[in-house]
């Protein structure tokens, strides 16, 4: 029988579990996917704190949104996935904004379907579109264009790192804010990167001026810096619902909102392009076993994995 990750109860993530899931034939706009790796992401943990509603109807709560397999069914022929070519059983997939990805086998619509390139291993697609699917978001949303700069905060992280990849693919200078070991392998990717922490506004400041700024934190001197230093504050986004950008008047984006999800679906095939070409790397730090399950959501709450952790079923 499938297995699934999911919350038994809300709260931390001593709550987390697996389940035992029914296997669910296709619909005749679904597919069936054998997973081969899913994707973690902060969000997994936190609608198990309830931060979406706690409704206890909803336990065993399942998480995840991104992962990446093998078609093991198709509803019927014919099908065509997001990026508009045909399905067939047997073909490497990846599929994103499929709640419940933490699972072994997935039954999910082919619109949310696409090609996994070879180019890609299994675990790097898994972990690609939610936080590349963000950035885009977010560099749309900040109307960034060639020639400007942007300020990243949290530039090391998942978000950060697709941030800066996409930015400096528009043409435009990347500065950064992330731990100081993180620096070099920063700089390798373009981004001009500054320490985070006390006098933050001091070392950004002969660095700019910044068009954009991009808050992927959610801390107060990320929203106090951005503020201070992007004069349009309809320039500033936050990934984060940061308040100090939100009483200026920046945008907050997200996941559930229609906005937001239109230009992450209508930008996936294009973010997949851009992978297999190597324009857009997001590094696997961490692959961990389905049944390790509890060691990768421990490293991802740590909060500074600095790069993908994905589940291998
Ligand atoms: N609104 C949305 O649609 C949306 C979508 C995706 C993610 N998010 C949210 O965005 C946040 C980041 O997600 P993610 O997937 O990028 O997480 P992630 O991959 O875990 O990255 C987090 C990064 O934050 C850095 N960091 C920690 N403390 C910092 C600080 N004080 N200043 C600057 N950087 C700091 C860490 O790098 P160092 O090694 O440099 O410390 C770490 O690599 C999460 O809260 C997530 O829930 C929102």
Do not use: C, W
Not at 246 to 263: E, F, H, Q, Y
Not at 266 to 273: K, N
């Amino acid at each position: 029988m499938p297995r699934a990750i999911a919350f038994a109860a809300y709260g931390g993530p001593e709550h987390l579990g697996i389940i035992d899931v029914p296997s669910r034939g296709p619909a005749p706009d679904e597919v069936v996917i054998t997973v081969r790796a899913s994707g973690l992401n902060p969000v997994d943990l936190k609608l198990g704190s309830g931060y979406r509603g706690d409704d206890p109807a909803r336990l065993p709560l399942r998480i995840g949104f991104e992962a990446a397999g093998v078609v093991a069914a198709v509803g019927s022929d014919g099908l065509t996935g997001a990026d508009g070519a045909p399905i067939a059983v047997g073909d490497e997939v990846l599929a994103f904004r499929v709640p419940g990805a933490h699972a072994t086998e997935l039954t999910v619509p082919a619109r949310d379907v696409l090609q996994k390139p070879a180019e890609l291993s299994f675990e790097q697609a898994a972990g690609l579109l939610l936080a590349a699917a963000t950035a885009e978001d977010a560099l749309q949303t900040v109307r960034l264009a060639a020639g400007e700069t942007v300020l990243v905060h949290g530039v090391a992280g998942s978000v950060g790192r697709a941030t800066a990849q996409l930015a400096r693919h528009r043409g435009a200078r990347v500065v950064g804010t992330a731990a100081a070991h993180r620096h070099e392998e920063l700089r390798a990717l373009g981004v001009e990167p500054v320490r985070y922490g006390d006098g933050l506004l001091v070392r950004l400041e002969p660095l700019g001026p910044y068009a954009a700024a991009v808050d992927t934190i959610g801390t107060a001197e990320a929203g106090e810096t951005s503020v201070a230093l992007v004069a349009d504050p309809t320039r500033i986004v936050t990934i984060t619902g940061s308040p100090a950008i939100l009483a200026a008047g920046g945008t907050a984006i997200g996941g559930g909102n229609p906005r937001s999800d239109a230009v992450r679906d209508a930008a996936r095939a294009e973010l997949v392009r851009l992978a297999a070409a190597g324009e857009l790397d997001l590094p696997v730090v961490a692959a961990r076993p389905f049944d390790d399950f509890r060691a990768a959501f421990a490293l991802l709450a740590e909060g500074h994995a600095g790069g993908k952790i994905v589940l291998v079923p």
